[in-house]
């Protein structure tokens, strides 16, 4: 099956989406409608039997929606702006400038794959979360759709490197052709190796999609009646029973989790492949087993890197590794990722890679100083130690005793964090990046280029002021829209401003100082 | 216009606890916790607008917007005239009644908004007005 032509250049008539959408789009429909289907045959069959018009109104009003869809949907691409037009009875018509195309991912479902076909979703890092504000060209047949992406990133076509040799298990495959195109220079980053699935059960997503299961999964069973209700008589067993049982569960549960986190990673992982095209300049990633997505990100607009280390991770020796853009904040963070959970050394070399310089990455981070680092601690023990006072109170007024077990672990745990939280704290400004490091339990590290940075917060409280700290944001377009250094000494918080966009702070300077009433309040260097 | 805010603002609390207190009245409450109640918003109407006019600053350079605000926590945010998107005019209902406004910068960052709140209906026109044409003046998308 032949498509319209083109791709050929930037610019387009308008053109209706690939024709095989009209297998997709009913399918689709159908699937959104079951349930009202569901709701029909039964009704039609209860009242009769033989009312076989409603039943195909079921299924042909579905059908209908979804040609009418095909239809009413074209896009083009014209004078530095690519339109969308969709829409029946509501007309909708989006159109954005050529160059504030940000990202462009291509995203397959299984459906799709079967059929060739993938959706281009186009990012312009436009704030609107709504649907219908989204330029998806949904349906295009991928050599396509590879084009556009490329036209749309100002780009010769990229050509994906052999792309399925380690995807034998995957049910589908590409069918061939825009491989057929000769290779430009393009270099691998990354490949994923299957290896490091073995850092997923220490995330947290693993963690949290296995107790979503287990909560869907318990109701259900509550529902049919056969939930792992255990009647113990405490006046029997006592501890006994749910001891014994939870000896069993724990190790269990452990290692379902573990299965579920390890496949998760493995079917939205698979096939992970990073890739740099230097003519072009712009990062290309895809992944995915059933669903595969590819995403472009352009050079200019990742202005900087963030390696999460949750703790899980960190006493593994492992990380992730994700990209600030520009444009893109936080609710995208799915198309920002560049590394999945994976050996430090690998992080640490992409990361290196993708800000083009290794200082930021690896250089030692100018520490806190003491007082942060006190205050970390007193931030971590003056609650823990507050309940535990309470705790002790109460065991005195006559609680169990086991509740003093409580009031020791607390204020353990807290020192331990704080102590932990104080050593990851650190800040450093090296040629062309802003780096802020901190958290324990997901302990973040993040480099911003110094031209991204878009303005600075100072933020400090009564007890920061006191002891001469402060918050330190260096706003930006991206990410989570800031990267933030916790507990910085006012002059180094005030230095680093200076240095790192220069003109800027300075100006303010001497107001400053005037500004502030609080002695503790002074930037020593105003 | 703070201490009419924190006026009000402490007349509602006092409302919901007065609701809770005796009208629910889930727990028993003494006189003095209503009494400790009453003082502790007093003070907060009596100090907290003060204070905050005594930290509030702003600043506009040709190159810049710089901004103090808070009270307990203090914030202090510059962002460079060329990376401002939008630059807001507003009058609140409180603001109305003394005639002032508030002019709101907002850069692409969603952590970097700037807000001058309380200023003279008129200068905050102007101020509206320059900050425009000077970020105008400036090429870019502004990210």
């Known amino acids: 099956m032949t498509t319209p032509p083109a791709g050929a250049g930037v610019e387009t008539q308008w053109q209706r989406l690939d024709q095989r959408m009209l297998l997709v789009h009913p399918i689709r429909e159908l699937l959104r409608f079951l349930p009202v289907l569901v709701g029909v045959f039964f009704f039609s069959n209860r009242g009769g039997g033989s009312d076989v018009r409603w039943q195909l109104l079921g299924i042909a009003f579905p059908v209908a929606l979804g040609i009418l869809r095909y239809f009413t949907t074209s896009f083009r691409i014209s004078g530095g702006r690519i339109e969308l037009k969709r829409g029946l009875l509501n007309k909708h018509v989006l159109s954005t400038r050529l160059e504030r195309v940000r ?32 330029l998806d060209l949904d349906g295009l047949p991928v050599d396509l759709a590879r084009r556009l992406r490329a036209d749309l990133l100002h780009a010769a076509p ?31 980053v990354l490949r994923l190796d299957p290896a490091w699935a073995r850092f997923a059960p220490l995330t947290s997503s693993g963690v949290v999609a296995t107790v979503a299961i287990l909560g869907v999964g318990s109701q259900v069973l509550d529902g049919f009646g056969v939930g792992p ?110 590394v999945p959970p994976a050996p430090q050394t690998v992080v640490t070399d992409v990361a290196g890679q993708v800000l083009g310089a290794d200082e930021p ?90 031209t991204a940075i878009i303005g600075w917060n100072f933020r400090s409280s009564w007890f920061q002021r006191r002891s001469g700290l402060t918050t330190l944001s260096a706003t930006t377009a991206g990410g989570s829209q800031s990267v933030t250094a916790l507990d910085v000494p006012e002059t180094d918080a005030v230095g680093v401003a200076a240095t790192a966009v220069p003109g800027l702070v300075d100006q303010f300077l001497a107001d400053d100082s005037v500004a502030d009433e609080s002695p503790a309040d002074q930037p020593a260097s105003g | 216009m703070w201490v009419v805010g924190a006026l009000l603002e402490s007349v509602l609390l006092l409302l919901a606890f007065l609701l809770i207190a005796y009208v629910w009245a889930p727990f ?92 003279d209906r008129e200068l905050a026109q102007r101020l509206a007005e320059e900050l425009t044409v000077q970020a105008d003046a400036v090429p870019g998308d502004a990210t």
């Open chain 1, 158 to 188: 990229v050509a994906t490197e052999e792309p399925t040799t380690t995807e034998g298990t995957a049910a589908t495959d590409e069918p061939g052709g825009p491989e057929a195109l000769e290779p430009p220079p393009v270099r691998v």
């Open chain 2, 28 to 119: 028993d409450v003494r006189w003095w916790v209503s009494v400790l109640v009453v003082l502790a918003l007093a003070t907060y109407v009596a100090v907290v607008p003060l204070w905050r006019y005594a930290v509030h600053r702003w600043e506009v350079t040709d190159t810049a917007v710089y901004t103090q605000v808070g009270w307990w926590t203090r914030e202090r945010r510059i962002a460079p005239m060329s990376r401002i998107q939008t630059v807001d005019y507003s009058e609140g209902a409180i603001e109305r009644l003394f005639g002032l406004a508030s002019v709101t910068v907002t850069t692409a960052s969603a952590a970097g908004a700037l807000e001058i709140s309380g200023l």
């Open chain 1, 103 to 134: 990202t462009v991912e291509l995203t397959a479902q299984p459906i799709q794959r079967l059929l060739g076909l993938t959706t281009v979703r186009v990012g312009t890092g436009t704030a609107s979360t709504s649907e219908a504000d989204r």
């Open chain 1, 361 to 450: 990455v690896t250089s030692e981070l100018r520490s806190h100083g003491p007082r942060a680092r006190t205050r970390r601690f007193s931030r971590a023990l003056v609650p823990t130690g507050l309940i535990s006072l309470l705790l002790i109170l109460a065991v005195v007024a006559g609680a169990p005793p086991w509740l003093l077990l409580a009031a020791v672990l607390l204020p353990t745990v807290g020192a331990a964090l704080a102590a932990d939280r104080a050593r990851s704290l650190g800040h450093t400004l090296t040629e062309r990046h802003f780096v802020a490091r901190s958290g324990s339990l997901f302990r973040q590290r993040q480099a911003l280029e110094t």
């Open chain 1, 229 to 338: 209700r255990v009647d113990v008589d405490p006046a029997v067993t006592g501890f006994g029973v749910p001891w014994s049982l939870a000896l069993i569960a724990i190790p269990v549960l452990v290692a379902g989790m573990s299965v579920l986190a390890v496949a998760g990673y493995l079917v939205s992982n698979w096939g992970f492949t990073l890739t740099h095209a230097t003519r072009d300049g712009s990062w290309h990633l895809r992944r995915g087993l059933v669903t595969t997505r590819e995403t472009s990100l352009d050079d200019e607009r990742v202005s900087g890197v963030s390696i999460g280390e949750p703790i899980g991770l960190r006493l593994a020796r492992g990380g992730r590794l994700s990209a600030i853009v520009t444009g893109l904040d936080r609710q995208a963070s799915g198309s920002s990722m560049l």
